[in-house]
């Protein structure tokens, strides 16, 4: 399978969908278990409680309890419309933003954000110009509060395709802050489900193909690609590279194999700092990420280091690089946009 596929199919009974390039799986979508609170469903809350100590507040759901972090000037039992940011870790509250975003393929309208802006990843001055002016025209009449990003999907496309698509974000923005912020809590909008994810953000560049079939996983290889997560990645070389989540972080180790030479070292460290990002989005992991990368010598960390900067600047989900620690791991940490793969597929 050559080129960029997306695949649309179900997991034990759950929407998934999975982004393949040349055959190989570079991204999985799949739907949390019901009941789970995913990111970017939007609700009503109800403020419950100010956590001492920790500048937040808890918030009350339809159905269990958010955390709202940073909020000041909220009283017991006010109303106000969040936005789910991520998965809650066991035995913990849905974290929550009251800054909503409403996204689709091309656009983003952003509620008490106002001004019109072009996604920076689109350098071209006169196509910039052109998105402007689809979004000044999309956007007359709006709310004065609501905002407008065009995304890079948006570059080349026609001025009809995009302005409907801002007239659905827009419309579905107005129609959910239009309710009263005040009452019990309640949900506005749900997450969008995995195939829907797959439409939005696997957009640009456009794939080659789309299939969306029962069984087209299984012809693929996905099951496949998944079941070898639970073992090493092989890396250039001999070398591998091992993903393991433990309670407290996600450990990563990294082996020259045979040729333990500095050379091979150099080599198996800048192909593993490369393929970290993509085994940590497919296994769906986040939080605080430590990588014991094969012996070499200090001069060598800023090339390591590099590799990693590029290729997190290629990945979607936010991850910061801290820094080296003095044992000579890396440090990083990452957003917990997803729930862990093995956690999925076990419920």
């Keep these: 399978m050559k080129g960029r596929s997306v695949l649309l199919d179900e997991i034990a009974g ?39 100590g920790q500048g937040g507040v808890f918030l009350r759901l339809p159905e269990g309890r958010a955390f709202l972090r940073q909020a000041k000037g909220l009283a017991p039992g006010q109303g106000l419309f969040v936005q789910v940011t991520g998965y809650a870790e066991p035995g913990k509250a849905v974290p929550v933003t009251p800054r909503l975003l409403f996204k689709s393929r091309y656009a983003i309208v952003t509620p008490d954000a106002p001004g019109l802006n072009v996604s920076r990843a689109i350098r071209d001055e006169d196509e910039r110009d052109r998105l402007l002016a689809i979004a000044h025209a999309a956007m007359q009449g709006a709310d004065s509060r609501f905002g407008l990003i065009l995304r890079s999907a948006t570059a080349g496309v026609t001025q009809d395709a995009i302005a409907d698509d801002i007239a659905v974000m827009r419309g579905l923005a107005q129609d959910i802050l239009s309710e009263p912020a005040e009452g019990p809590p309640d949900l506005f909008l749900d997450a969008p489900d995995a195939h829907s994810r797959a439409w939005r953000d696997w957009a640009d560049p456009d794939p080659d193909e789309v299939i969306d079939r029962p069984g087209c996983f299984a012809q693929a290889g996905v099951p496949e690609a998944i079941d070898a997560l639970a073992g090493p990645e092989a890396l250039p070389g001999g070398g591998t590279i091992w993903v393991e989540p433990t309670r407290a972080l996600v450990a990563v180790d990294v082996n020259t194999g045979p040729d333990t030479s500095p050379a091979a070292g150099l080599k198996a460290n800048i192909a593993a700092a490369r393929a970290l990002p993509r085994l940590l989005r497919l296994m769906g992991l986040g939080g605080q990420v430590v990588v014991d990368f094969a012996p070499m010598p200090k001069k060598d960390r800023v090339r390591v280091e590099q590799a990693v900067g590029a290729a997190l600047r290629a990945d979607a989900v936010d991850t910061t690089l801290v820094g080296w620690t003095p044992l000579g791991h890396l440090e990083l940490t990452r957003k917990r946009e997803r729930l862990p793969l093995a956690e999925t597929l076990l419920r």
Excluded: S, W, Y
Aim: glycine share 8%; aromatic share 2%; charged share 30%.
């Design 14 to 52: 759950r929407k998934a969908a999975a982004l393949m390039v040349d055959g190989r799986l570079e991204d999985l979508l799949i739907d949390p278990p019901e009941g789970t609170h995913a990111p970017g469903a939007i609700f009503r809350a109800v403020v419950d409680r100010q956590v001492k």
